[in-house]
């Protein structure tokens, strides 16, 4: 396997102490560090291993940029939650908006909206900054009370639209759903990939029904309110073949139903049933992938693996062309095996 071609270079600014690859700049010695964005929690946060100096105070800022070899790239933004002091040094615990997120109770109610501007509200309520929102169904009704925080409503309304909920190196909280088309990155076996692991997984659900309410598919969008008995009108229907292709008006051997007052129009429904197959079809190869530090890559982006040997137990997996579909990604820099970005799927 051949080395990496370039040096990684990196900024860690904690408060108003620099830890940097350029010496001339640099304020503390860094040794180690983990960078985290994941769908799956979702989570944001970063561990700063650092040697002997002043400790920063819980609540200050903190940004972490690489640099692989095409301009320095934020992959990290920030605050302090904790500092534990060790026997050589200091280890920082810095956690993203998702924190911010997790803490906040808001409240609200909403009427005849899609879900994106609920998302993107409560995002803001809670004082994090919306990035890339889906548009989901629209919604009759919508309320959102104190108990559950905002990340819980988040989770709710990201579930209902098929999307994921992560967030980007400069903190911006993001809502999508899975992406299509070509890879927004390639990785080519044998040169730049130093761990592989994938398999395809057969999932619970090969289909999803999703039921709504009211009579406005039936008798107009002014009896949207009506409570029908017969809801046909607003119901759909996809499934997923083993090829990840989604096919809408058909149900397979293993539905998943669902059930949402607030969708009163057969379009709604339509929009959930084909977004939760897709989600579901973006998920039928999983496993990890470790490469030479790459920066640009996060959660949601579509990667490929090229260079495959014919005959390669992986090639057999993944069919021409296939693009696997990110969840996690997790940037480690240290001294025993420099910078490398771990991708998991």
């Known amino acids: 396997m051949k080395a990496a071609a370039n040096h990684t270079a990196f900024k860690v600014q904690i408060g108003s102490a620099l830890a940097s690859s350029t010496a001339s700049e640099s304020q503390r010695q860094l040794l180690q560090l983990r960078v985290d964005l994941d769908m799956d929690g979702p989570s944001a946060h970063c561990f700063i291993e650092l040697a002997d100096g002043t400790p920063p105070a819980p609540g200050d ?24 002091a060790g026997a050589t040094g200091q280890t920082v615990l810095a956690h993203g908006a998702f924190a911010l997120l997790g803490q906040s109770e808001v409240e609200g109610a909403y009427e005849s909206v899609s879900a994106d501007f609920i998302v993107k509200d409560l995002i803001g309520k809670a004082g994090a900054t919306p990035g890339t929102v889906a548009k989901g169904p629209d919604l009759a009704a919508w309320a959102v009370h104190r108990g559950p925080t905002a990340l819980g409503h988040l989770r709710q309304l990201a579930t209902l639209c098929g999307a994921g909920l992560f967030a980007d190196g400069a903190g911006k909280i993001h809502c999508a759903v899975p992406k299509t088309g070509s890879a927004d990155h390639r990785f080519k076996f044998g040169e730049t990939i130093t761990h592989l692991a994938v398999q395809k997984i057969a999932p619970a659900f090969d289909s999803v029904e999703v039921w709504g309410e009211g009579a406005a598919s039936a ?8 409570l029908s008995t017969d809801l046909s009108g607003v119901s759909a229907k996809a499934s997923v073949a ?4 989604v096919q809408t008006g058909k149900l397979g051997a293993r539905p998943l139903r669902l059930r949402e007052g607030a969708l009163r ?11 939760w197959a897709e ?3 973006a998920r039928l190869v999983r496993g990890s992938l470790e490469v030479f530090a790459a920066p640009k890559v996060l959660p949601g982006d ?19 062309g296939q693009v696997l579909h990110v969840r996690g990604v997790r940037h480690v820099l240290d001294r025993q095996r420099g910078a ?6």
């Not at 490398?340 to 799927?345: D, E, G, I, P, V």
């Open 61 to 84: 800022a903190v940004e972490v940029k690489l640099d692989a070899g095409d301009g320095m790239q934020a992959v990290f933004t920030g605050i302090v939650a904790c500092v534990e």
């Open 219 to 226: 008798k107009g969008a002014d009896k949207a309110h009506w």
């Open 242 to 245: 083993a090829d990840g292709t």
């Open 265 to 275: 129009s057969g379009e709604a429904v339509e929009a959930v049933a084909k977004a």
């Open 279 to 281: 989600s579901l079809a």
């Open 302 to 320: 579509l990667v490929a693996i090229t260079g495959l040997p014919d005959g390669h137990p992986a090639a057999a997996l993944l069919r021409q």
């Open 340 to 345: 490398l970005t771990r991708l998991t799927f």
